[in-house]
Protein backbone atom coordinates (compact mmCIF):
# COMPACT_ATOMS: atom_id res chain seq x y z
CA UNK A 1 0.00 0.00 0.00
CA UNK A 2 1.35 3.08 -1.01
CA UNK A 3 2.20 6.15 1.72
CA UNK A 4 0.31 9.54 2.69
CA UNK A 5 2.44 10.60 0.18
CA UNK A 6 1.77 8.15 -3.13
CA UNK A 7 5.46 6.38 -2.43
CA UNK A 8 5.23 2.90 -1.98
CA UNK A 9 8.69 2.25 0.34
CA UNK A 10 10.42 -1.70 -0.15
CA UNK A 11 11.09 -3.49 2.60
CA UNK A 12 14.02 -1.25 3.37
CA UNK A 13 12.17 1.26 3.62
CA UNK A 14 13.48 3.41 0.45
CA UNK A 15 11.02 4.21 -2.33
CA UNK A 16 10.53 1.49 -4.71
CA UNK A 17 11.80 1.87 -7.85
CA UNK A 18 10.89 1.04 -11.73
CA UNK A 19 13.76 1.59 -13.95
CA UNK A 20 13.47 1.74 -18.20
CA UNK A 21 16.38 0.57 -20.22
CA UNK A 22 16.06 2.40 -23.79
CA UNK A 23 18.48 1.25 -25.89
CA UNK A 24 19.53 -0.65 -29.54
CA UNK A 25 19.64 -4.52 -29.18
CA UNK A 26 23.80 -4.72 -28.13
CA UNK A 27 23.60 -1.45 -26.04
CA UNK A 28 24.78 -3.04 -23.58
CA UNK A 29 21.44 -3.13 -21.43
CA UNK A 30 21.62 -6.30 -19.92
CA UNK A 31 24.98 -6.48 -19.08
CA UNK A 32 24.62 -3.17 -16.92
CA UNK A 33 21.75 -4.79 -15.39
CA UNK A 34 23.87 -7.63 -14.24
CA UNK A 35 26.78 -4.93 -12.96
CA UNK A 36 24.35 -2.56 -11.31
CA UNK A 37 21.23 -3.60 -10.29
CA UNK A 38 20.69 -7.77 -10.33
CA UNK A 39 21.57 -7.60 -6.89
CA UNK A 40 18.82 -4.76 -5.70
CA UNK A 41 15.48 -4.98 -8.77
CA UNK A 42 13.49 -7.66 -10.48
CA UNK A 43 14.27 -8.15 -14.37
CA UNK A 44 11.72 -7.73 -16.35
CA UNK A 45 12.69 -8.33 -20.07
CA UNK A 46 10.59 -8.85 -23.46
CA UNK A 47 12.87 -11.42 -24.25
CA UNK A 48 12.24 -13.64 -21.71
CA UNK A 49 8.31 -14.09 -21.95
CA UNK A 50 5.76 -14.10 -24.77
CA UNK A 51 4.42 -10.73 -24.76
CA UNK A 52 3.73 -7.40 -23.12
CA UNK A 53 0.91 -8.24 -21.29
CA UNK A 54 3.08 -11.00 -19.42
CA UNK A 55 5.27 -8.61 -18.71
CA UNK A 56 3.56 -5.59 -17.25
CA UNK A 57 1.97 -8.46 -15.22
CA UNK A 58 5.20 -9.24 -13.74
CA UNK A 59 5.91 -5.46 -13.66
CA UNK A 60 3.03 -4.88 -11.47
CA UNK A 61 3.32 -7.82 -9.03
CA UNK A 62 6.58 -6.96 -8.29
CA UNK A 63 6.26 -3.20 -7.77
CA UNK A 64 2.79 -4.25 -5.45
CA UNK A 65 5.26 -6.24 -3.41
CA UNK A 66 7.90 -3.44 -2.86
CA UNK A 67 10.18 -4.97 -4.84
CA UNK A 68 12.37 -2.58 -7.62
CA UNK A 69 12.22 -3.71 -11.16
CA UNK A 70 14.30 -3.22 -14.18
CA UNK A 71 12.34 -3.22 -17.23
CA UNK A 72 15.42 -4.04 -19.84
CA UNK A 73 13.74 -3.51 -23.49
CA UNK A 74 14.56 -1.48 -26.58
CA UNK A 75 11.83 0.70 -24.98
CA UNK A 76 12.43 2.83 -28.25
CA UNK A 77 9.45 5.08 -28.76
CA UNK A 78 7.28 7.57 -26.01
CA UNK A 79 4.33 5.07 -27.03
CA UNK A 80 5.91 2.49 -25.57
CA UNK A 81 7.33 4.18 -22.76
CA UNK A 82 3.97 5.43 -21.29
CA UNK A 83 1.94 2.49 -20.67
CA UNK A 84 5.22 1.53 -18.60
CA UNK A 85 5.65 5.27 -17.25
CA UNK A 86 1.80 5.11 -15.74
CA UNK A 87 2.32 1.66 -14.41
CA UNK A 88 5.09 2.81 -12.18
CA UNK A 89 3.18 5.91 -11.23
CA UNK A 90 0.41 4.24 -10.31
CA UNK A 91 2.18 2.19 -7.57
CA UNK A 92 4.21 5.28 -6.22
CA UNK A 93 7.15 4.33 -7.89
CA UNK A 94 9.89 6.50 -8.71
CA UNK A 95 10.25 6.01 -12.21
CA UNK A 96 14.06 6.18 -13.94
CA UNK A 97 15.02 6.31 -17.02
CA UNK A 98 18.47 4.49 -18.42
CA UNK A 99 19.42 5.64 -22.08
CA UNK A 100 22.04 3.48 -23.66
CA UNK A 101 23.95 5.88 -26.17
CA UNK A 102 25.29 3.19 -28.69
CA UNK A 103 26.06 3.98 -32.52
CA UNK A 104 24.83 1.19 -35.24
CA UNK A 105 27.90 0.27 -35.56
CA UNK A 106 28.45 -1.47 -32.09
CA UNK A 107 25.32 -2.70 -31.82
CA UNK A 108 25.68 -4.63 -34.83
CA UNK A 109 29.35 -5.72 -33.22
CA UNK A 110 28.12 -6.86 -30.28
CA UNK A 111 25.11 -8.47 -31.45
CA UNK A 112 27.00 -10.26 -34.00
CA UNK A 113 29.42 -12.02 -30.96
CA UNK A 114 26.06 -13.10 -29.05
CA UNK A 115 25.16 -16.77 -29.40
CA UNK A 116 21.40 -18.14 -29.57
CA UNK A 117 18.01 -16.12 -28.80
CA UNK A 118 20.62 -13.37 -27.50
CA UNK A 119 21.49 -12.44 -31.26
CA UNK A 120 18.95 -10.47 -32.95
CA UNK A 121 18.67 -10.32 -36.77
CA UNK A 122 20.73 -7.21 -38.47
CA UNK A 123 17.42 -5.60 -39.43
CA UNK A 124 16.26 -5.68 -35.74
CA UNK A 125 18.47 -2.91 -34.89
CA UNK A 126 18.09 -1.02 -38.20
CA UNK A 127 14.07 -0.60 -37.78
CA UNK A 128 14.78 0.28 -33.53
CA UNK A 129 17.53 2.90 -34.46
CA UNK A 130 14.57 4.42 -36.81
CA UNK A 131 12.02 4.65 -34.12
CA UNK A 132 14.44 4.94 -31.10
CA UNK A 133 13.25 8.26 -29.22
CA UNK A 134 15.48 9.08 -26.16
CA UNK A 135 13.68 9.57 -22.59
CA UNK A 136 12.95 12.59 -21.90
CA UNK A 137 11.97 13.63 -18.14
CA UNK A 138 8.33 15.42 -20.05
CA UNK A 139 7.52 12.21 -20.53
CA UNK A 140 7.06 11.57 -16.37
CA UNK A 141 10.39 10.23 -15.30
CA UNK A 142 11.94 11.50 -12.24
CA UNK A 143 15.39 11.02 -13.61
CA UNK A 144 16.91 10.20 -17.35
CA UNK A 145 20.91 8.97 -17.16
CA UNK A 146 22.53 8.70 -20.24
CA UNK A 147 25.14 5.44 -20.47
Known amino acids: MAGMNGQRPT????????????????????TYYFAHFAGTHVHVSKDLMKNTRMQNMLIEQALAAGQSVVVDNTNPSRAVREPLIAIGKGHGARVVAY??????????????????????PDVAIFVTQKKLAPPALDEGFDEVHVI
Open 11 to 30: ANGERVELVIFVGLPGSGKS
Open 99 to 120: YFECTVAVALTRNRQREGKGRV
